[in-house]
T-cell receptor
């Protein structure tokens, strides 16, 4: 079945460091890919998305590129801030499925130190 | 932007009682809503998918008689935890989408504590 694998956390970085959170997927169809963020005590929010190969999603300084050849959607940010501390979830929605529920990875907790 | 309101945000109940959690789409019609459970330091576990006007589809291992889901209108879905036990204590989150590949819009979650 479809699945999402993302790097385990927690990831701890200093402010202004470069961030990469790896995400790979398996899917029977041609999925849309998402990154969601969950700030402490809050629900999930969509951070960015990409719907086809080579698309780059971007938001709030974060970027991720849909790489069909490597089935990856790694999240990157050039200079993280303390306010970026949160849990990040990679997810996919497989258009090929009749039941188009979204499948989440296990989440990666990010701690940014001032 | 689309807003999903989830209520209550926190609830404490005694073992054996039932608790109802509401999920409302405030400015859009949601043909599909999803209910998740989140364990500490774990990912979201999809519990069930509900479509307006039809029975919910439960994921394997989720007791449908314990977690009652009703999606009576295009803007409201409810999750009722029946005969709650301490092991049901968790963070429950709903989400809604109009359909297709549209992004999910999440509620802020409900922290349920069963004493």
């Amino acid at each position: 079945g479809d699945s999402v694998t993302q790097m385990e956390g927690p990831v701890t970085l200093s402010e202004e460091a470069f961030l990469t959170i790896n995400c790979t997927y398996t899917a029977t169809g041609y999925p849309s890919l998402f990154w969601y963020v969950q700030y402490p005590g809050e629900g999930l929010q969509l951070l960015l998305k990409a719907t086809k190969a080579d698309d780059k999603g971007s938001n709030k300084g974060f970027e991720a590129t849909y790489r069909k050849e490597t089935t990856s959607f790694h999240l990157e940010k050039g200079s993280v801030q303390v306010s970026d501390s949160a849990v990040y979830f990679c997810a996919l929605s497989d258009r090929g499925n009749r039941d188009d529920k979204i499948i989440f990875g296990k989440g990666t907790r990010l701690h940014i130190l001032p | 932007g689309a807003v999903v309101s989830q209520h209550p945000s926190r609830v404490i109940c005694k073992s054996g009682t039932s608790v109802k959690i509401e999920c409302r789409s405030l400015d859009f019609q949601a043909t599909t809503m999803f209910w998740y459970r989140q364990f500490p330091k774990k990912s979201l576990m999809l519990m069930a998918t509900s479509n307006e006007g039809s029975k919910a589809t439960y994921e394997q291992g989720v007791e449908k008689d314990k977690f009652l889901i009703n999606h009576a209108s295009l803007t409201l879905s409810t999750l009722t935890v029946t005969s709650a036990h301490p092991e049901d204590s968790s963070f429950y989150i709903c989400s809604a989408r109009v359909g297709g590949d549209s992004p999910l819009h999440f509620g802020n979650g409900t922290r349920l504590t069963v004493t």
